[in-house]
């Protein structure tokens, strides 16, 4: 008797846990009936607000939007990835991209990262899986893509050669944000509020949030660069705008780009012509793969049967 009062006690503790954790934890998304939960958004909300210190002056609205439309990104990169291959942890990559995220927040060893981390309720561990997942899908890119990508090596020595022949040259510090818009959106609105979330909380963490480029992680940072090595139309619309502002969308192979001029110096040419060679290589085969990039993400997106609820 006793026996079967305490079953019965057990089976009742349990629905009501059941029902507990049933109203609690609700569907928001589905991504080829792959699911995603309030607690995975809740996560992702935590993560980016982490990770992105101006993220928290945003309104609560934009803040779950950035989200959702977050989490989805990184389902269809994932689903995309595991058709091809198992997501494995690179421990060096990982711990060179999770060191050059907490020192772009101004922390400076990754004990105090860790705490930073707990303070939204997110650990390190959450942290690898997603960089696993956006290095995983750069390796898988690089795969796909390496052997379309086409470096004109003799017009880059050409255009280096007449670099090293002038005596000044403007060199200008750019970041971006390359975005592209899929069969259910606008552009005009698109852009409206990639514009609105730069003036809220600045380029540098809007990049964080739209570009697709793999320079998102650092702000969209770009580095220093020779104006003259840019496509004459690119090169046109920095030289239309001043330091601190920011370009219209240009349009380029499978998107657009924003660029911001960051800063710029009429510098005295000591060019290291081999150096200098191997940048510009290594330049040119990132922005193509960046194209390829954003062009296959593009058309996994559109395969991708997405539902909110």
Known sequence: MIKKIFLGILVF?????????????????????????????????????????????????????????????????????EKRFEILKNKNVIEKV????????????????????IKYDINLSTVEKKIAIEVAWNDYIVQ?????????????RDKIKRLSEKNYIDNILLSEIIFTINENENFDKKFEKIKKSILNIGFEETAKIYSLSESKKNGGKIGWVYKSQLSNKISEQVGNIKVGEFTEPITVPGGFIILKLVDKKNQLLEI???EEFKKAVNFETNRQLTMYSTLHYKRVYNRAVINEF
């Open 98 to 117: 999770i060191q050059d995220l907490y020192s772009g927040i101004g922390i400076s060893n990754i004990e105090d990262f860790k705490e930073h981390l």
């Open 13 to 81: 503790l349990s629905m009501i846990n059941f029902k507990s954790v049933n109203s609690e934890i609700f569907i928001k998304a589905k991504v080829n009936n792959q699911i995603i939960t309030n607690f995975d958004v809740k996560n992702e909300k935590n993560y980016l607000l982490a990770l992105n210190p101006n993220f928290r002056n945003l309104s609560d609205e934009n803040i779950n939007r950035y989200a959702i439309d977050s989490v989805i990104n990184e389902k269809i990169k994932k689903i995309e990835i």
């Open 144 to 156: 796909k893509f390496n052997n379309a990508v086409l470096v004109d090596e003799s017009k880059i």
């Open 272 to 274: 290291n012509e081999e």
